[in-house]
């Protein structure tokens, strides 16, 4: 994710947060500081998001780029789904 906010300030909110598997806590907030890019990897339990209510007139510029491969190790593989929401409140949606 390329972060493309050129005025970006802390009170706007937006950093992207990496949270544990389990969602007991946030390992990593990330400020989306213009220019910077964040490269992780998208897993069933790769749980990510930026919870908190952008406070900015201007909107939060990002651009996501996402590459696939041929197949999966059959222990990263689940059911099919097309996505699966984690909140904070530990309900899990699924859609």
């Known amino acids: 994710m390329l972060y ?3 005025n970006w300030q802390s009170e706007f ?3 992207l947060e990496l949270w544990e598997k389990d969602m ?3 390992v990593h907030s990330i400020p989306p500081i213009f220019n910077r890019l964040v490269l992780f990897r998208i897993t069933d339990d790769a ?3 930026h919870p908190e209510l952008w406070l900015s007139e ?3 510029l ?3 780029l996402y590459y696939y491969t041929d197949d999966r190790p059959e222990e990263e593989k689940a ?3 097309w996505a699966a929401w984690q909140y904070r409140d530990n309900i899990n949606r699924t859609f």
Do not use: T, Y
């Open 4 to 6: 493309l906010n050129e």
């Open 13 to 15: 909110n937006g950093q």
């Open 24 to 26: 007991s806590k946030c």
């Open 47 to 49: 749980f990510h998001g």
């Open 58 to 60: 201007s909107p939060r």
């Open 62 to 64: 990002s651009l996501a």
């Open 79 to 81: 059911p099919f789904h």
